[in-house]
Nanobody, 121 residues
């Protein structure tokens, strides 16, 4: 059974930094794209950043230059380094992974439980 376990959220002042981590239980050879989404109160869930198995990345315009996504395939873990945080970054952040399930012969999408990030003075 695939599980995604997030950590690293919390309360930080504007301009501060946080690093989110998400560990998965799948084999690195079967994990395709990994990413981070966020959902603020009364807003839809949105993509923050994603990274392919080959290391290509994509970022939301609102976080470009401030956030960096990376992955450690040996540890089956994806990270999100968040710098210069703003109050509008406040949201629940969800880890996402697209994993190939050999027993059914197709990719499935999995989500973490979410971690709260609050940016406030």
């Amino acid at each position: 059974q695939v599980q995604l376990v997030e950590s690293g959220g919390g309360l930080v002042q504007p301009g501060g930094s946080l690093r989110l981590s998400c560990a998965t239980s799948g084999s690195s050879r079967t994990i395709n794209t990994m990413g981070w989404y966020r959902q603020a109160p009364d807003k839809q869930r949105e993509l923050v950043a994603a990274i392919t198995s080959g290391g290509s990345t994509v970022y939301a315009d609102s976080v470009k230059g401030r956030f960096t996504i990376s992955r450690d395939n040996a540890r089956n873990t994806v990270y999100l380094q968040m710098n210069s945080l703003k109050p509008e970054d406040t949201a629940v952040y969800y880890c996402n992974a697209v994993i190939f399930i050999a027993t059914i012969g197709r990719f499935n999408t999995y989500w973490g439980q979410g971690t709260q990030v609050t940016v406030s003075s």
